[in-house]
T-cell receptor, first 114, second 109 residues
Framework: DVKVTQSSRYLVKRTGEKVFLECVQDMDHENMFWYRQDPGLGLRLIYFSYDVKMKEKGDIPEGYSVSREKKERFSLILESASTNQTSMYLC?????????????FGQGTRLTVV | GQNIDQPTEMTATEGAIVQINCTYQTSGFNGLFWYQQHAGEAPTFLSYNVLDGLEEKGRFSSFLSRSKGYSYLLLKELQMKDSASYLC??????????WGAGTKLIIKP
């Protein structure tokens, strides 16, 4: 089975802190994604990556950055956490850009910024 | 802009059938996905449609009409464990997934 693992299930951070969310996948997928999920809204894409050291902005990249130094690992960085970044963060991976490619999700990190 | 619409919440009875609708307006179409998400857990893949018609997979079926920009997920013989949110997503012309807000399905005994 494909496994996508996020480093933390729950995090509480203070305003202004630098926050790292880590994601690792074990299926040699090219594509990796970071989403945030808020009540009443669909999954919103923050950043994605199609290859090592490659990154593309999604729909809401402001306040975030990413790093992909190795194929299996995709990190999301909140440079200076703010309360409006309190959310559920979901990492996903997928094998390619073909039509039927489904995304496999990690268990999510619920981040609270106080 | 791109838009995916689903009902916010639905209630159904154990053993019954429920249909969850999804309408979409996207720049291009490269397939429609349904995911299931239990509270506090990750979304898991249920089905994929790219051609018009019905795809059946056990108790779950998914239908697509590209001309109408419409899909539905049909759940038969409902079980309590089917209580979850159901997410509709469309791949647009850039192969990016556009997500609906999800439909929370409540199953009552």
């Amino acid at each position: 089975d494909v496994k996508v693992t996020q480093s933390s299930r729950y995090l509480v951070k203070r305003t202004g802190e630098k926050v790292f969310l880590e994601c690792v996948q074990d299926m040699d997928h090219e594509n990796m994604f970071w989403y945030r999920q808020d009540p009443g809204l669909g999954l919103r894409l923050i950043y994605f990556s199609y290859d090592v050291k490659m990154k593309e902005k999604g729909d809401i990249p402001e306040g975030y950055s990413v790093s992909r130094e190795k194929k299996e690992r995709f990190s999301l960085i909140l440079e200076s956490a703010s309360t409006n970044q309190t959310s559920m963060y979901l990492c996903a991976s997928g094998p390619g850009t073909g039509d039927s490619t489904e995304a496999f999700f990690g268990q999510g990190t619920r981040l609270t910024v106080v | 802009g791109q838009n995916i619409d689903q009902p916010t919440e639905m209630t159904a009875t154990e053993g019954a059938i429920v249909q969850i609708n999804c309408t979409y307006q996207t720049s291009g179409f490269n397939g429609l996905f349904w995911y299931q998400q239990h509270a506090g857990e990750a979304p898991t893949f249920l089905s994929y449609n790219v051609l018009d018609g019905l795809e059946e997979k056990g108790r779950f079926s998914s239908f697509l009409s590209r001309s109408k920009g419409y899909s539905y997920l049909l759940l038969k013989e409902l079980q309590m464990k089917d209580s979850a949110s159901y997410l509709c997503a469309v791949k647009d012309s850039n192969y990016q997934l556009i997500w609906g807000a999800g439909t929370k399905l409540i199953i009552k005994p």
